[in-house]
């Protein structure tokens, strides 16, 4: 079936970038995601990057993807403790019935040291 | 958060007694989903809703039931919980014009089944 692959941990210092990444295994995937959650928190939408593109960005969010080799990434220029949290990654594909169906990554916790 | 609201958000129950949750919108979406959320696993979907009174299975739905009545109102059953139904339950909808694809996420409710 369908898979959607994560590190589980990245530590970073403040004011580096932290760089996420992301398997995918469906090719036909049209929508890529990226969610921030944070503890005891819901899922909050970060960004998305349509499938046709290769490079998404929105303030200190870069995301890249390499639809070729199936791999996606989420990089936070000058990461703040803030940013510390679990980033999700979760595909889409088109769905032919009842519902816009998602496929997530097991999450990547992002702590952020000082 | 996009007018998504979810009840009770903590909840204590005992092993075989039924459970309802609720999911609340007030963004007139058309889809909605129910997903569980446990480590190492990520979020995976139990139920989803394309309109009032349509339903379908997601990946875990065993022992779980789902009704919508109202557009606004998605409700998840637990018949007879079970302790391996301990888990963060998040809600999420998703569907109207462009962008309909992207889901957006309750806080979520936390189950604990003694």
């Known amino acids: 079936g369908e898979d959607v692959e994560q590190s589980l941990f990245l530590s970073v210092r403040e004011g580096d970038s932290s760089v996420i990444n992301c398997t995918y295994t469906d090719s036909s995937s049209t929508y890529l995601y990226w969610y921030k959650q944070e503890p005891g928190a819901g899922l909050q939408l970060l960004t998305y990057?349509?499938?046709?593109?290769d490079m998404k960005q929105d303030q200190r969010l870069t995301v890249l993807l390499n639809k070729k080799d199936k791999h996606l990434s989420l990089r936070i220029a000058d990461t703040q403790t803030g940013d510390s949290a679990i980033y999700f990654c979760?595909?889409?594909?088109?769905?032919?019935?009842?519902?816009?169906?998602?496929?997530f990554g097991t999450g990547t916790q992002l702590k952020v040291e000082l | 958060d996009a007018g998504i609201t979810q009840s009770p958000r903590h909840k204590v129950t005992e092993t075989g007694t039924p459970v309802t949750l609720r999911c609340h919108q007030t963004e007139n979406h058309r889809y909605m989903y129910w997903y569980r959320q446990d480590p190492g696993h990520g979020l995976r979907l139990i139920h989803y809703?394309?309109?009032?009174?349509?339903?379908d299975k997601g990946e875990v739905s065993d022992g779980y039931s789902v009704s919508r009545s109202k557009t606004e109102d998605f409700l998840l059953t637990l018949e007879s919980a079970t302790s391996s139904q301990t888990s963060v339950y998040f809600c999420?909808?998703?569907?109207?014009?462009?962008?309909?694809?992207?889901?957006?996420f309750g806080p979520g409710t936390r189950l604990l089944v003694l």
């Open positions: 809703s394309y309109g009032v009174k349509d339903t």
């Open positions: 979760a595909d889409y594909k088109g769905s032919t019935g009842g519902g816009n169906k998602l496929t």
């Open positions: 999420a909808i998703s569907g109207r014009g462009a962008g309909e694809e992207t889901q957006y």
């Open positions: 990057i349509f499938s046709n593109m």
